[in-house]
């Protein structure tokens, strides 16, 4: 299985088993002169400045592809809790962190639900309400 990504703090569909260690990526880029010049003239018309969004989605990629290889050498499943950080580094050369916490995870099991038929009646479970869905079913806490 590749290693799957989340923002949230557990994976849905599945049951995190164990908690490896933060792993994290990052890269520092610099603007490129002709680019920064192109941009300059555009920041006087105005619109999207798309030699940079170019360049911070390559620096997403690298820095998440370099966390993932961090994730894998722990023989991590997934990584939850991901967020992304940005510094600047040096005057035009800006650094793009990525973090989270590498765990183990494996599928939840698919809850039994009773027969459908209709000799099945509200008198035989009292209580329908009282079967546990997958979402309140406790969640691991990469932070506590």
Do not use: C, W
């Not at 923002?7 to 908690?19: A, K, S, T, W």
């Not at 192109?38 to 911070?56: C, M, Q, R, S």
């Not at 592809?65 to 050369?93: H, P």
């Amino acid at each position: 299985m590749a290693v799957q990504l989340s923002n949230l703090e557990h994976l849905p569909n599945y049951q995190i088993i164990e908690r490896l260690d933060v792993v994290y990526g990052s890269t520092v880029r610099s603007k490129h002169v002709g680019k920064d010049l192109f941009a300059g003239l555009k920041n006087i018309v105005g619109g999207e400045l798309t030699a940079y969004t170019e360049l911070l989605e390559e620096s997403r990629q690298e820095a998440i592809d370099r966390m993932v290889v961090k994730a894998e050498a722990l023989g991590a499943d997934a990584i939850v809790g991901l967020r992304f950080s940005t510094s600047s580094i040096a005057q035009g050369a800006s650094e793009l962190f990525v973090y989270g916490t590498a765990v183990k995870a494996v599928p939840q099991q698919q809850l039994q639900h009773p027969p459908s038929d209709s000799h099945y009646s509200s008198s035989q479970n009292p209580n329908p309400q009282a079967q546990t869905a997958p979402e309140d079913l406790p969640r691991f806490n990469p932070f506590g």
